[in-house]
């Protein structure tokens, strides 16, 4: 299979090279050059293991790994989880679930992507002999679950961005106390969408690129997508049989990617009803969807800080889709939003995806009432998941972090500490970060000065 860029003007590639470049030389993003269906597979998918499943599912679209490679790259991937169902389904109510998606290594969601990109990453560097440097930005948990899918492992070097004074002091501690000579956590002046338009330019600069063997962590990567829709289909198939077709998943989502990887798998033929995007006070991409108006405002701080995002990066994925595959499309409208940060579509209705919007202090008293009403405690990002929803029809609501992540609004909200064992041990120790301005020449400055470091 080949896959080829949103916007058109870049060869087509491998699926090892499109993770391997992450980012398209047009600045576009890879997808598949056709999606294979997966209707006829869920019956036969049903007995399986999370791994297993994890496999059955990328074989479709890494035809250039061989199989054995990359059933060792899928079952390697989930060791590390601390609950052998990987992805157990809960259920609070007789139509409301909650996906747990919070027993990798990092105690967050992005681990489902990131442990098998750091396997693939691994791959490619045994097979080439070449080293590589990750290069990513995040508004939290992508930078702690990046670092940590990669930690061991020979031949790279990594780079992650992140909002200084934005993100919870947990998830800094999680990057910036690995004691790793070739681990990077930047800690730049301004938004995680600052940190994302520098990765962008970066990775535009195809010269600079090629020197330092860059690769993308970020979801721009289409390897952490299609990953993530593993998941999905996993819970799809342990709801019970009689929800399934009416079932709604809710998604906690700011940069679009855990939701798209959803949508990729309702266009292959999971049969799900509909996809509810939980949005936080930083609301682009709920105003999108109610009244099809995709425009820039302020990044405001909120107690869901890994949703403190205006510029969601994986919507021209979804841009390329709405607009049948018309790549000049895409590219005109990405060229007016860059210039004007503004893009409207008229009368645009979706059949799969409705929104929501959560405010701060709805978030606080939603974790209070799962709390009383189920004995349940949700993370600030899953409480986004359960605003307005319709008590009629089943719902799987995305659990995206474990609570003890964001203790304080937790506490807030319960009056009980949530507790983490692996985090508790991160207390003690030394926080190492590397402060710089969001400035392209400043941040590939840097990594000409520390590139390569403990290769």
């Not at 972090?401 to 949530?418: L, M, R, S, Y």
Request: with cysteine; hydrophobic share 40%; net charge negative.
């Amino acid at each position: 299979m080949q896959y080829i860029s949103t916007r058109g003007e870049a060869p087509p590639v491998s699926f090892s090279e499109a993770v391997a470049t992450g980012l398209a030389p047009d600045a576009g993003l890879y997808l598949p050059e056709s999606l294979p269906s997966i209707a006829d597979k869920l019956e036969d998918w049903e007995s399986l293991g999370y791994a297993d499943l994890c496999f059955e599912f990328l074989k479709l679209f890494a035809t250039d790994i061989p199989e054995d490679t990359l059933r060792s790259i899928c079952h390697r991937a989930y060791e590390s989880f601390d609950d052998p169902a990987i992805a157990p389904l809960k259920t609070l109510s007789d139509k409301l679930h909650v996906l747990e998606l919070f027993h990798g290594p990092t105690l967050a969601f992005k681990d489902f992507a990131l442990q098998v990109l750091g396997n693939l990453y691994e791959e490619q560097v045994r097979r080439t002999g070449h080293p590589i440097t990750v290069l990513g930005a995040t508004s939290g948990d992508t930078g702690s679950a990046a670092i940590h899918g990669l930690l061991g492992r020979e031949g790279m070097t990594i780079f992650i961005l992140y909002p200084d004074g934005r993100i919870s002091p947990l998830q800094e501690r999680q990057m910036a106390c690995t004691g790793a000579s070739n681990v990077f956590p930047i800690a730049i002046q301004g938004t995680f969408d600052d940190g994302q338009l520098a990765l962008k330019e970066i990775f535009a600069n195809q010269e600079f690129r090629k020197k330092h063997g860059l690769s993308a962590i970020n979801s721009i990567n289409l390897a952490r997508i299609l990953a993530q829709s593993v998941y999905y289909i996993h819970g799809w198939l342990r709801l019970p049989e009689s929800q399934r077709e009416d079932c709604v998943f809710v998604v906690p989502t700011g940069n679009f990617g855990n939701v798209f990887a959803g949508y990729l798998a309702c266009k292959m033929g999971l049969p799900i009803s509909g996809l509810r995007v939980a949005t936080n006070q930083n609301d682009i991409l709920h105003r999108f969807f109610t009244t099809g108006d995709y425009s820039l405002g302020d990044v405001h701080p909120s107690h869901a800080p890994s949703m403190d995002i205006q510029v969601a990066s994986n919507f021209e994925r979804f841009l390329w889709f709405h607009e049948n595959g018309d790549s000049q499309r895409v590219c005109e409208i990405m060229q007016t939003f860059k210039e004007t940060g503004s893009v409207h579509f008229d009368d645009f209705e979706s059949e799969t995806f409705s929104s929501s919007r959560t405010n701060d202090a709805e978030i606080v008293n939603i974790i209070r009432d799962i709390h009383q009403q189920y004995g349940y405690t949700v993370d600030p990002h899953t409480a986004c998941g359960f605003k307005d929803l319709d008590p009629d029809r089943p719902h799987v609501v995305l659990s995206t972090a474990h609570p003890a992540k964001f203790p304080d609004t937790v506490i807030q909200a319960t009056g009980q500490e949530p507790i983490s064992e692996a985090l508790e041990a991160l207390k003690a120790k030394e926080i190492v970060t590397y402060p710089l301005t969001a400035e392209v020449e400043a941040i590939c400055q840097f990594i000409e000065n520390h590139g390569r470091a403990g290769l």
